[in-house]
Structures are given as structure tokens and as C-alpha cells.
């Protein structure tokens, strides 16, 4: 009898066991089911900082004024590249030669950058004669006649370096109203900070050019 008993007890807490563990699992069962929704919520909460980064690929878009600066400054600065091409011959002055270097050197990367972004924009590259007094060249501001890059052309010595100064002062000033436009009302903030970057760099070289006008 006792061993039966014993049996019976044995039985039971072996009962008790199994549905001790069976509750355990039910609830690592619905713990797991609770991380479910955790797993969830840090896919939310990735998604939800890649829709964050979203905005600012937005803001980052061009805006029509970003892309009239693109289509402007690329003449204007492929005339003043063929007036600066012209001082290596034709300039007397040693400061009237480096400085038409150095325009080369800061404005035909710019050219690539602006061609660069109209291509991204699906927009039309201004054709490379637009700089040789065409009709679009008349429109903005700053930019030389025919006549007047005849006239350039034609010059040499000191004659020169007085036109070239003082036309590329007033190519320069085009430039920097075409980038305050763009500062204004661009949305673009490459171009806006290359409108920023012509402004400072062109305004001395006016400063400069003004100077050595002065000289003359």
C-alpha cells in the first residue's frame, strides 16, 4: 500500500512537472510572440529614419532658378574663359596675364560642375557656340558683344590689357548679380554655395582689376 502510494505521489508531481513546463513554454511562447511586435517596431522606426532621410535628398533638389544659373553660367564663363585665352598672347602686363590664368584655373572646373548637374537634372547642356555673342549670350548680364570680342581679339600690348580689364570687370560684375539671383531664390545648395564662392572670388578680382586699371 505504501508503495503504491508512493507511485501515486511520483506520478503526480511528474504530472505537476510536465504542466509546470508546458505553462513555461506557453509563456515563452507569447514572450517570443511579444517580440514579434518589438522586432516590428525597430523595423518601424528604421523605416521610419530612412522616410527621414528622405526630406532632406528633397531639399536637395533644384528648383528652376537653380537650373536658369546652371544654363547661364556656363556661357558666361566659357566667354570669359575664350577672354582670358587670349591674354597669353596679346597681354604686356605680367599681373594682367597671371590673373586671366587664374580665371581659367577657378572657372572651366565650374563649367564641368554646372554641366554636371544639368545632365543629373535631365536638362539640355547650353551648345558650346552659346558664348560667342549668340542671341542667349546678349541676355545675360555682363556678357561681351561680338563686336566688343572682336575688338579684344584684334588688340595687343598695353591696348589690351586696358580693354581686357575693363571688359572683364563688367563680365565679372554680370557674374556676381547672375549668382545673387541664385543665393536668392536657388534651392540647390551646391549651386547656392558656388554662387556664394563666385561672389567672393569675383568680387576681389574686380577690386583687383580695378586697381590695375588704375595703374594704366
Known sequence: MTAKRSLIRRTTALAAATTAALVLAACGGKADSGSTPHNSHEGTASASASASAQPSTAQGANN????????????????????????????????????????????????????????????????????????????????????????????????????????????????VAMAKTEQSTGKFQPAKDMAAAIISSQSAEITRMNGLLGKN
Open 64 to 175: 528652376t532658378a537653380d537650373t536658369a544659373f546652371a544654363k547661364g553660367m556656363i556661357p558666361h564663363h566659357r566667354q570669359a574663359l575664350e577672354m582670358a585665352g587670349l591674354a597669353a598672347t596679346r597681354a604686356e602686363s605680367a599681373e594682367v596675364k597671371a590673373l586671366a590664368d587664374e580665371i581659367k584655373k577657378a572657372q572651366d572646373p565650374e563649367i564641368k560642375t554646372l554641366s554636371g548637374w544639368l545632365t543629373s537634372w535631365g536638362e539640355q547642356v547650353p551648345a558650346a557656340d552659346s558664348a560667342q555673342g549668340g542671341h542667349s549670350g546678349h541676355s545675360m548680364s555682363g556678357m561681351m558683344t561680338g563686336e566688343e570680342m572682336d575688338q579684344l581679339s584684334k588688340a595687343s600690348g598695353k591696348a589690351f590689357d586696358t580693354a581686357f580689364l575693363q571688359l572683364m570687370v563688367k563680365h565679372h560684375e554680370g557674374a
